[in-house]
């Protein structure tokens, strides 16, 4: 009988050790009032177009002239154009074309990005926004954020050419998969990334019109690179000429463009045949703003 206190106190002991863990079970310990997280909403595209089909066989054939006169299968060929090396065909695809004329040779290529975001804080809109806006100013068109009673007096950014688009310089700049934005806004004609593609962009002007070699407008009448509106939800246009060696000079007009968590990139570019040759600016940025606009159209349907 000396023992049965000693029993009770153990079985007292137990059943609240029991107590406490059903309590810690059930979230009894949780703080009140703690604030729960909403999930940021998830993009509009679950899908990427397949690029190859992406472009009109009437556009292709008023973008790669010499094309249409190429035998059946070569044309073919051509016009069924090259897809790009990609190990996930549900975030980026790409495609690109290249045809040979007596005067130039014009190449185009297309790339989709579809942007997912991993945190549940951050968008996927948001973070195809910050995606876009590495582009944009690897173009030179991002103005930084105005501080100071003399920021707009500003004249040496070389935003200068574009518009002031809003962008937050200061936002979380990391994609889900790095690339290099400078070199995606600078390719050359041939679709690969130029050398000196983290440089600022030069103005259209800055080769010299010269004689134009009866090869269109003289860079002299070049459009500047600048932000595009009307477009997706974020665009600009990006003119490069660039002269390789003794070479003729060849330009690359780039488009690139944000709609919801897709960003989407357009390039075009001729390089003439003869060195006293000149690419008309305005055609090929004419062109390829009008193909942009179109791929927003079929992404929209």
Do not use: I
Request: aromatic share 4%; proline share 8%.
């Amino acid at each position: 009988m000396a023992y049965v206190p000693g029993v009770a106190l153990l079985a007292a002991l137990v059943v609240g050790c029991s107590a406490g863990s059903d309590s810690n079970a059930n979230g009894a310990d949780s703080k009140a009032g703690s604030p729960t997280v909403t999930p940021a909403p998830p993009g509009k595209y679950e899908t990427l177009p397949a690029p190859c089909r992406v472009v009109p066989r009437g556009m292709l054939k008023d973008l790669l002239p010499g094309a249409a006169q190429l035998p059946g299968d070569q044309q073919e060929k051509v016009f069924r154009g090259s897809a790009s090396v990609t190990y996930d065909t549900d975030r980026k695809v790409g495609c690109g074309w290249k045809s040979d004329a007596p005067n130039a040779t014009r190449s185009l290529s297309v790339d989709f990005e579809r942007v997912v975001s991993y945190d549940p804080a951050v968008s996927d809109d948001d973070r195809a926004d910050t995606v876009y806006a590495k582009k944009e100013e690897a173009a030179g068109l991002s103005s930084p954020a105005p501080s100071g009673p003399d920021a707009e007096k500003d004249s040496g950014a070389p935003g200068e050419q574009g518009k002031d688009t809003g962008k937050d310089p200061g936002k979380d700049a990391d994609t889900d998969e790095p690339e290099d934005a400078a070199a995606d806004a600078t390719a050359s004609a041939d679709g690969s990334a130029s050398a000196d593609g983290s440089a600022s962009p030069s103005p259209s002007g800055d080769d010299g019109g010269g004689d134009n070699g009866g090869s269109g407008a003289g860079t002299e009448d070049a459009l500047p690179s600048r932000v595009l509106d009307n477009l997706g939800d974020a665009a600009f246009l990006h003119d490069l000429p660039t002269r390789a060696g003794s070479t003729a000079q060849h330009r690359t007009v780039s488009v690139v463009f944000r709609t919801s968590n897709v960003v989407v990139t357009v390039r075009y570019a001729e390089q003439p045949a003869l060195v006293t040759q000149v690419s008309d600016s305005r055609e090929l940025q004419e062109k390829a703003q009008a193909l942009a606009r179109k791929l927003a159209d079929t992404l929209s349907e």
